[in-house]
């Protein structure tokens, strides 16, 4: 095991060193030194150039390749340093990380991954023809890498530690937000609709795959971007790079995920104090990595640490966004089909849902088990109105002080609940993009929509 672990951390910062070297204008440096060499060979030979020529162009091609020398030792030298103080850092976390590397079985494996990653730059950029997935195979190597190896993930956030050096503290005492219901509740939307404020700093997709280590990864990443597109829910929100989203529950998956994380569901998670403060530390890190005082976070699977974020983070609001019972769990059951569907044609979509911790819908999904799991078949919409039900009315009975449930339809269908939400947040009430939702018909329930009914009525007496 602490050979896996160094060879993983080794991996890890080759990447990283490579990916420097690859944005350093190292081949400009090496054109600065053979350009001039070669030159003056040129002029050595030429016989038509007397030898006072020659000498004169020597010295001014001698000057431009030790000019060319010095940057590209400078490079060297840079890349060096950074290697030192990775290194170092690896060394503290991953015990033999130093005996590993230096030896026989460090260098292969240096070599090996330095080779590959720069053969897949070159080769594999392009469009993944082979598969449905909207990843490149260089890019489903890297979140392989990044999110499915827990040692590497785990070294990721450690080395993130050393290099942002957060204060947990500052962390504890802001007034973050945090939005946290079953999907299909209107959490996008609302939470794109807070992050418009300017007031907040969160993780989005540039992030990825280095979710862990938000600092670190924006030095390297770099700028750029990419064309807006649908995601795939199909339900016409677009996203980009910046666009935010669900992406700290990786966190909780690394450091904590056998605590809660079962193979067919999510049970109610209550971390421990180390824990709690090692996540202090994380959300400092991302808000020094924004620049920011106050933290917004999107994760539907913090509907199950409601407590725990409330006692780690005492001035935080803890938004809980529900809708109708009957028009949720039928959106619900159509996400569900969309994605086995979506998992069947391309598996690394599916292992990509399981790593970010998305297990609302699909092939993997495992739902929200607050008591005894949910019965009955996913292809049945009963079967997610009885999870909506079981999951609502636990949050009723066990939610903390801090939880303001939000109905959905009275964000769409009231300008007033928009505008006294943000004056509760001290946020600006920006213009905010909510669909018109219509409430539904409620003659002829069954029983079981009946009993939906009555805990949504209970749900909008208290967000009011």
């Given at each position: 095991m602490p050979m896996l672990a160094s060879a993983a951390a080794l991996a890890a910062l080759t990447l990283i060193l490579v990916q420097i070297a690859l944005?350093?204008?190292?081949?400009?440096?090496?054109?600065?030194?053979?350009?001039?060499s070669l030159r003056s060979i040129a002029v050595l030979r030429a016989r038509g150039i007397s030898d006072h020529w020659k000498e004169r162009a020597m010295k001014h091609y001698a000057r431009r390749t030790f000019g060319g020398v010095l940057w590209f030792s400078g490079q060297i030298v840079l890349l060096a340093v950074v290697a030192l103080g990775i290194g170092a850092g690896v060394a503290r976390i991953v015990p033999g990380f130093v005996e590993f590397s230096f030896g026989w079985q460090g260098l292969i494996l240096s070599i090996v991954v330095a080779t590959g990653w720069i053969m897949l730059r070159g080769v594999l950029d392009g469009p993944a023809e082979a598969s449905a997935s909207a990843y490149t195979p260089m890019e489903q190597m890297m979140h392989r890498l990044a999110l499915g190896n827990g040692a590497v993930a785990e070294m990721a956030f450690g080395l993130n530690q050393v290099i942002a050096r957060p204060d947990p503290e500052v962390a504890k005492d802001g007034a973050h937000v945090f939005v946290a219901g079953l999907a299909r509740a209107g959490t996008t939307v609302l939470t794109r609709a807070l992050h418009e404020s300017g007031a907040f700093g969160s993780l989005s997709y540039r992030d990825m795959p280095f979710v862990l280590a938000p600092n670190l990864w924006s030095r390297l990443n770099g700028g750029g971007g990419v064309a807006a597109a649908e995601r795939a829910h199909g339900d016409g929100i677009a996203?980009?790079?910046d666009s935010v989203e669900s992406l700290e529950e990786p966190f909780w998956r690394v450091f904590d995920g056998n605590a809660y994380l079962k193979s067919d569901r999510l049970l109610p998670h209550r971390p421990g104090a180390a824990l709690v403060q090692k996540y202090r530390?994380?959300?400092?890190?991302?808000?020094?990595?924004?620049?920011?005082?106050?933290?917004?976070?999107?994760?539907?699977?913090?509907?199950?640490?409601?407590?725990a974020l409330a006692e780690a983070f005492p001035n935080a609001h803890l938004l809980v966004p529900f809708r109708d019972p009957v028009a949720h769990a039928g959106s619900l059951h159509r996400q569900h089909a969309r994605f086995v569907?979506?998992?069947?044609?391309?598996?690394f979509s599916r292992d990509y849902m399981g790593w970010l911790g998305h297990h609302e819908f699909g092939s993997d999904h495992r739902p929200f088990?607050?008591?005894?799991k949910p019965q009955g078949d996913p292809q049945t919409q009963e079967y997610w109105l009885e999870e909506w039900c079981a999951v609502y009315q636990w949050l009723l009975d066990t939610a903390p002080g801090q939880a303001r449930f939000v109905c959905y339809e009275d964000l769409c269908n009231d300008p007033g609940a928009w505008d006294g939400l943000c004056a509760e947040l001290d946020i600006e009430a920006v213009d905010a993009a909510f669909r018109p939702a219509p409430l539904a018909s409620r003659s002829e329930l069954n029983p079981l929509q009946m009993r939906a009914y009555e805990i949504y009525d209970r749900l909008r007496m208290r967000s009011r």
């Amino acid at each position: 095991m602490p050979m896996l672990a160094s060879a993983a951390a080794l991996a890890a910062l080759t990447l990283i060193l490579v990916q420097i070297a690859l944005r350093l204008p190292l081949v400009q440096a090496v054109g600065a030194i053979t350009g001039p060499s070669l030159r003056s060979i040129a002029v050595l030979r030429a016989r038509g150039i007397s030898d006072h020529w020659k000498e004169r162009a020597m010295k001014h091609y001698a000057r431009r390749t030790f000019g060319g020398v010095l940057w590209f030792s400078g490079q060297i030298v840079l890349l060096a340093v950074v290697a030192l103080g990775i290194g170092a850092g690896v060394a503290r976390i991953v015990p033999g990380f130093v005996e590993f590397s230096f030896g026989w079985q460090g260098l292969i494996l240096s070599i090996v991954v330095a080779t590959g990653w720069i053969m897949l730059r070159g080769v594999l950029d392009g469009p993944a023809e082979a598969s449905a997935s909207a990843y490149t195979p260089m890019e489903q190597m890297m979140h392989r890498l990044a999110l499915g190896n827990g040692a590497v993930a785990e070294m990721a956030f450690g080395l993130n530690q050393v290099i942002a050096r957060p204060d947990p503290e500052v962390a504890k005492d802001g007034a973050h937000v945090f939005v946290a219901g079953l999907a299909r509740a209107g959490t996008t939307v609302l939470t794109r609709a807070l992050h418009e404020s300017g007031a907040f700093g969160s993780l989005s997709y540039r992030d990825m795959p280095f979710v862990l280590a938000p600092n670190l990864w924006s030095r390297l990443n770099g700028g750029g971007g990419v064309a807006a597109a649908e995601r795939a829910h199909g339900d016409g929100i677009a996203v980009d790079l910046d666009s935010v989203e669900s992406l700290e529950e990786p966190f909780w998956r690394v450091f904590d995920g056998n605590a809660y994380l079962k193979s067919d569901r999510l049970l109610p998670h209550r971390p421990g104090a180390a824990l709690v403060q090692k996540y202090r530390c994380y959300v400092a890190a991302i808000l020094k990595a924004r620049r920011a005082n106050r933290y917004l976070a999107k994760n539907n699977n913090n509907t199950m640490r409601l407590n725990a974020l409330a006692e780690a983070f005492p001035n935080a609001h803890l938004l809980v966004p529900f809708r109708d019972p009957v028009a949720h769990a039928g959106s619900l059951h159509r996400q569900h089909a969309r994605f086995v569907q979506m998992h069947r044609d391309d598996p690394f979509s599916r292992d990509y849902m399981g790593w970010l911790g998305h297990h609302e819908f699909g092939s993997d999904h495992r739902p929200f088990a607050p008591g005894a799991k949910p019965q009955g078949d996913p292809q049945t919409q009963e079967y997610w109105l009885e999870e909506w039900c079981a999951v609502y009315q636990w949050l009723l009975d066990t939610a903390p002080g801090q939880a303001r449930f939000v109905c959905y339809e009275d964000l769409c269908n009231d300008p007033g609940a928009w505008d006294g939400l943000c004056a509760e947040l001290d946020i600006e009430a920006v213009d905010a993009a909510f669909r018109p939702a219509p409430l539904a018909s409620r003659s002829e329930l069954n029983p079981l929509q009946m009993r939906a009914y009555e805990i949504y009525d209970r749900l909008r007496m208290r967000s009011r």
